[in-house]
């Protein structure tokens, strides 16, 4: 994993949090569904899978935001990505050189944030090249390039002035939906469906 501008900075957006939340075992995730009135242009028409770690704000990575960017190109030293048309993500504008992997798995990684029942953030680098050597190198697997944050109190006020609707995580949104679907479909739902998830931050 030494290609690619992305590669040296691997771990920014996720091992740095890591220590803070290595006491985090709550897969307490949330779906954050820009509101149609949002026209910040790094989070127009995104939904945002988020974390609520106990210290800290919460952070999370836009899920429907691919770049015209294949992992074959980040990853050029993986022989099993040759041909891959998996793409990289847009995560946010916080560390956009560094990258998050989210991945799915019955046995989480050492170095993991859960997300949902087997879902995480991980920058378990050891894992992660493990995970490349499979037949289905990218299968359980989304990379983003960057991350979205939030100080604390700072993502309430956002949700109270209306720049969000707060809907329930799941794990076949990230990793099965086209991601030109997911906003137009949940922001029909999140408007049209009470849900009563309050942030932690």
């Known amino acids: 994993m030494r290609s690619f501008r992305y590669a040296c900075l691997i771990l920014t957006a996720v091992a740095a949090s890591l220590p803070a939340f290595a006491a985090e075992r709550a897969a307490n995730a949330i779906f954050l569904v820009a509101s149609r009135e949002l026209n910040d242009p790094n989070f127009r028409q995104t939904v945002i899978l988020v974390t609520q770690p106990q210290r800290g704000g919460p952070w999370g990575v836009i899920i429907n935001r691919p770049l015209d960017r294949r992992l074959s190109e ?109 906003w137009p479909e949940l922001i029909e739902q999140a408007t049209t469906k009470q849900t009563n998830f309050t942030i932690r931050d």
């Open 74 to 182: 980040v990853f050029t030293d993986q022989e099993s990505l040759k041909g891959s048309k998996d793409v990289l993500f847009s995560g946010g504008p916080v560390d956009r050189e560094g990258l998050v992997f989210v991945v799915r798995s019955d046995s989480p990684p050492t170095r993991a944030v859960p997300l949902l029942r087997d879902v995480y953030f991980t920058g378990d680098l050891e894992w992660i090249e493990n995970r490349f050597k499979r037949s289905e190198p990218t299968r359980g697997m989304r990379v983003y390039a960057g991350r979205a944050g939030w100080a604390p109190g700072q993502l309430q006020r956002e949700i109270t002035r209306g720049g969000w609707h707060v809907y329930p995580a799941d794990a076949e949104t990230v990793f099965e939906k086209d991601p030109s679907r997911i």
